[in-house]
Every structure is written in structure tokens, then in C-alpha cells.
């Protein structure tokens, strides 16, 4: 009798036993399902891309903003038909103010200049860059899809060498200029002693290449560094003459500016976006106005590592500021 009760006992803690390792099991389970939705849920809500109902497009600004709004009215004309959505153009202030737009996410295309691009690609990886255009050449600038930092004075001045410069005033664009500062700062510097502020007695930011060349020729400052694609937009317009100038460094070719936009938007809709500007050398007769003001055939696609250039002189430029701190 004791006997068959033990066994029951037995019997019944096997059961206990076995029960409760089911529901162990099935808890595991049920904790397993979870957290592969959850995965999966998160994984989707990442996946998920943007299709704003508007574009904003921005560029750097220049001394002809306006113009430029004007200018490039072809080219939105042609984005809002690709991809079906109303474009709204923002006037920048500096180009930071661009960057900061793409930063918040309030601006979706825009052009930078190439160190600009790279300081903001550097804070938010989805600012992608995927064309720029081709140069034809100009009375400095060289044809293709880049461009050089040249250091110019006037013509008839006392300032012929680079020797000649010192203690004088330089003008420099803005402190996000590729050609009008990161150059001259890191590879054009190498020829003064490595610092601009201490070989020459003042450097003023003037606030666009155009403002620069016009400075040198008005002897507001002693020499500048210009684009040689800005440089010959100044001569274009009749205000100055190539001749008027001395040119006395170039630096080695950079890629020109970039045209980027935010790669969180959706992939049809970067498609289109890309497609519009590509698409510009076989189209329509305002389309084709806007090259010819641009002073380019056709657009290229570019990615990141055409900048990788600009990355190193940053690094650099970073890293000359940090032991000097």
C-alpha cells in the first residue's frame, strides 16, 4: 500500500516535473516569437524611406543668389515633373545655413561646395552625393568635372611674388569654402610656414568668390583665392578681365561642387531626382540655357569617394588645429 502511494507520488511529481518544463518551453517560445516581431517591426521601421509631399532644394550661395534662383528655375521646373512633386527653393544665408538645413532635415537637394559637403556628410551619413557637372573651359578654368583654388592680385601692383604678400591683407570666401579656405589653409599654407594668419597682417572672409576677385581688382584686399570656375563667371559678366590679374599659385585639381541629397528618401524618389539633372544635356531649350550658364555640357554622377580628397585635407586641417590647442 505504502508501496503504491510512493509510486503515485512518483508518478505524479514526474508529472509535476514534466509539466512544468512544457510550460518553460512554451514561455521560451512565446519569449522567442516576441522578440523576432519586435526585430522585425524595428527592422521595417527602418527600412521605411521618406515621400514627402514637397522637395526643398538649396544651393550655397553666391553673389548672385537671386539670379540663381532664376537660373536654375529650369532645372526645378524639370525635378517637379520627374517626380511629381512641388519644389520650394531656400535662400541660404552662408553655407552653413545649407548644411544645416540637410542636417534637420529640412532641406532634401542641394548643392555644396566640396568641403561643405564633406563636413556634413561627416555629422549625417544620408547626405549622399550622386552628380556634379562637367566644366567646359574657360578663361581659367580647365574642362571637366573639376576645378583649382588660384591665388590672384591685381595687375600693375607692387604684389607679383607670393614673397611680396607678406603682411598684407588676403580675402578668403567662407570658412566652408573649399578653394577660398581649406586649400589655401592646408596645402597653399605649406609655402608661408604653415599659417595664413601669421604670414599675412590681416584675412578677411569676403563672403563669395565673385566678391573676392572683385575686391582684388578694386585693391579692397591685396590678393585673394578664387575658383577658376567662380573667377570666370566675374569675367563673364564684363566686370573684370583675366588680364587685369597676376595669378601666382594654383592648387591641384578639386572635385567640383556636389549635388546631394538626403538618402532616407525613398529609392524611386532619388531615382528621379538623379534622372533630372543627368538627364539635362538632351533636353529642353531652358534646360539647355541653364548648362550654357553654367558653362557645362553635360552632368556626371559622382559618389563619396570622389571626395576622399577633401576628407584628407580636413583631417589634416583638424588635426594641425588640435596640436596647436
Known amino acids: 500500500m505504502i ?3 510512493k509510486k503515485a507520488r512518483d508518478k505524479t511529481r514526474g508529472h509535476v516535473v514534466l509539466k512544468r518544463s512544457w510550460r518553460a518551453a512554451t514561455l521560451t517560445l512565446a519569449a522567442a516569437t516576441a522578440v523576432v516581431g519586435m526585430t522585425q517591426a524595428a527592422s521595417a521601421q527602418a527600412m521605411k524611406c521618406e515621400n514627402p509631399g514637397e522637395l526643398t532644394f538649396a544651393m550655397v550661395p553666391t553673389e548672385e543668389s537671386v539670379a540663381e ?27 552653413a545655413s545649407v548644411v544645416e538645413g540637410l542636417l534637420s532635415k529640412f532641406i532634401d537637394v542641394a548643392v555644396l561646395g566640396p568641403y561643405s559637403y564633406v563636413i556634413a556628410s561627416s555629422k549625417d551619413p544620408s547626405i549622399e ?16 568635372p573639376g576645378y583649382k583654388a588660384a591665388l590672384v592680385t591685381k595687375k600693375g601692383s ?13 580675402g578668403l570666401v567662407d570658412p566652408g569654402s573649399t578653394s577660398g579656405n581649406l586649400f589655401p589653409r592646408v ?28 575686391a582684388v581688382a578694386k585693391g579692397k584686399v591685396d590678393s585673394a583665392f578664387v575658383a577658376t570656375h567662380r573667377f570666370d563667371n566675374v569675367v563673364n559678366k564684363g566686370e573684370v578681365k583675366l588680364e587685369d590679374f597676376n595669378i601666382l599659385w594654383k592648387s591641384p585639381v578639386i572635385p567640383q561642387d556636389p549635388f546631394v541629397y538626403r538618402n532616407t528618401l525613398c529609392q524611386d524618389l532619388k531615382d528621379k531626382i538623379k534622372a533630372t539633372f543627368l538627364g539635362l544635356s538632351t533636353s529642353n531649350a531652358g534646360e539647355k540655357k541653364f548648362l550654357d550658364n553654367v558653362k557645362s555640357n553635360k552632368f556626371v554622377a559622382m559618389s563619396s569617394k570622389d571626395y576622399d580628397v577633401i576628407r584628407a585635407l580636413k583631417k589634416a586641417k583638424d588635426a594641425r588645429k588640435k596640436k596647436k590647442k
Not at 84 to 92: L, R, S, V
Open 69 to 95: 534662383l532664376q537660373l536654375y528655375k529650369p532645372v526645378t521646373d524639370r525635378m517637379a515633373k520627374e517626380t511629381g512633386k512641388k519644389i520650394q527653393f531656400f535662400m541660404p544665408t552662408s553655407y
Open 158 to 170: 607692387k604684389f607679383t611674388t607670393i614673397e611680396s604678400l607678406k603682411g598684407t591683407t588676403l
Open 129 to 144: 552625393v550622386f552628380a556634379t557637372y562637367a566644366k567646359r573651359p574657360g578663361h581659367m578654368q580647365e574642362e571637366g
Open 187 to 214: 596645402v597653399f599654407a605649406k609655402n608661408v610656414g604653415g599659417n595664413l594668419d601669421k604670414y599675412f597682417g590681416k584675412v578677411v572672409y569676403t563672403g563669395s568668390h565673385e566678391l573676392s576677385t572683385v
Open 3 to 5: 508501496c503504491n502511494v
